[in-house]
């Protein structure tokens, strides 16, 4: 038996002013597009700004469901646009925050499970990797250079060949 380990290395700021001033615009545009959520149900609204490599900017927001499991992520959404208007451009980054009346949002929030497995169909569909930048309305922000590296053992087309 031989044991092994994962990890993975992600940059930690201590807010957006010490981004780069393409990941700060980024990130803003996700904070503000949280205001655009459908989120009735949860009252957590997700906002997700994508850059596309032809530097166009791309939004999306949860949009929930009286039929919770029907409801979908903010980065599904963006995916979805994204992929529809330009199927041969890649996006290169994607910031992702939230906002909610429960508790203050000074944290970063990371995808969820289905949202890593899109993100990396979409890295591997064009070959590029995607910059995640997480926070909050405000505080420390996270930076993965590839959302392959939050999904370890991921299950990918390889198998279906
Ligand atoms: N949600 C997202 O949009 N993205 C995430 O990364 C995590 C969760 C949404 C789904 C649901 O509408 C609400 O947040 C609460 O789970």
Redesign the pocket.
């Known amino acids: 038996m031989k044991q092994h380990t994962y990890g993975f290395n992600y940059e930690v700021y201590d807010d957006i002013s010490q981004l780069s001033t393409a990941d700060a615009d980024l990130l803003a545009a996700a904070r503000l597009v949280t205001n655009k959520?459908y989120?009735p149900?949860?009252k957590?609204n997700?906002g997700?700004a994508a850059r596309l490599e032809n530097g166009e900017l791309l939004l999306g927001?949860?949009?929930?469901n009286a039929s919770y499991p029907v409801?979908?992520?903010?980065?599904r959404v963006l995916l979805g646009t994204a992929a529809t208007l330009h199927p041969d451009i890649p996006v290169v980054a994607m910031a992702?925050s939230?906002n909610t009346t429960k508790e203050i949002s000074n944290h970063p929030?990371?995808?969820?499970g289905m949202?890593r497995q899109s993100l990396l169909e979409y890295e591997t569909r064009f070959h590029k990797p995607i910059r995640l930048i997480m926070g909050g309305m405000q505080g420390p922000v996270y930076v993965v250079e590839s959302a392959k590296q939050m999904l370890p053992f991921a299950f990918t087309g390889e198998e279906l060949k």
């Open positions: 959520a989120a149900y949860s957590f997700v997700a927001t949860n949009q929930e409801g979908i992520c903010a980065e992702i939230f929030i990371s995808p969820c949202c």
